[in-house]
């Protein structure tokens, strides 16, 4: 989160974690495709020659004059392939809060396992308070005909009602702005002490 | 201005005082002026845009402070990698026409100069040096923040407005 007092302006971070082909950059797009120019930054994608997140996706929507507040919101995602560790560490160094991108697929279950225990690790390594932290799931691609069920996914998962799950289909813009809704909402229930009074 | 202490660290903010500002808008005149640079620009260790002096019109400064943030960040690492105990400070890129540099300046913020390619590199350098060290002090300086308001925004209130104003800005 970086305020400044002067301007009153709040900007925040978020971050899009998740394994490989989930659906992070197709969020990022989503967001940009919906939102009118004027009140966005331009997507940002550093790209491998496959057409891969290298580095990170990055774009920022501004939502304008809240009581008196101009708050602004920084999207990120990371690579999601397992060699970009150490990126996908850099890239969530200052996030505010955190969107899981799952993958519905069964067969996807055990990466979706893999990114949500380095992610943790990662927020845990960096001295941040798991319980606390905001984090909204998001379950991707719920069009396809062999998705997990929300039950066995909270299972392998392990993700009781502390995060909250939201079905999307990312690619037709489903549950896009939901998500990122709820993660504002969290976000800026959390670090209420610090964002300054508004004023009407 | 409260900072992050360590780069590592997540979900611990900047914030910047308008005291604290005036002073970085300065130390960035400073550096345009006697480096002949084209664009100086401050983001935060994180990415988000702080201040800058110079650039063209309708320059994306959200994508340039991440892209910043990201490049001074990713070449620290790979200097960790190499040897861990270089503190990495400062990345030259030389051009054709234009020289960037990208500097450390403290805990919480980085530096960016672009300068046209016939300043002298070593001149350059001392600038952005000096530069940094000045916008570092600005940053730890202790700082009373003055005439704001002691009492939070109404948050749930404004968790509500911002998932609204959201909902306002989706199209389609």
Redesign the interface.
Known sequence: ???????REI?L?VVYYGPALGGKTTNLIQIH????GN?R??L?S?KTAEDRTL??D????K??S??G?M??V?L?TVPGQSRYE??R????????GVVFVADSQISRQKENLESWISMRQ??C????EMSC?PIVVQLNKRDLPAAVSLQLFRRVMSVNGDYPIIEAVALD?SGV?ES??LI???V??R????????RP | MGTETQHDDVGKGVVLYPQQERAIHAVLEEIASKAAASLVLVTTHTGHFVASNGGRAGMDIAALGSLIAADLAASQQIARLIDETEAYQMVLREGDRINMFVSEAGPALVLLVVVPSAEPVGWVRILVREGSHKLAAITQAPFEPIGEPDSPAPQGELADLIGNALDKLWTG
């Open positions: 989160m970086y305020i400044n007092y002067a301007r900007t971070k495709d919906h939102v009118a009140q930054s331009e940002i550093l580095f990170f990055f774009m920022e929507v939502l304008g809240i009581v507040l708050p602004r920084q990120y150490a990126s560490k850099l890239v969530l160094r200052g996030a505010d990662h927020l390594g960096n001295g941040m932290f813009g702005r990122l809704r504002l909402e969290r800026v229930t670090l209420r002490k610090e964002i300054p009074a508004a």
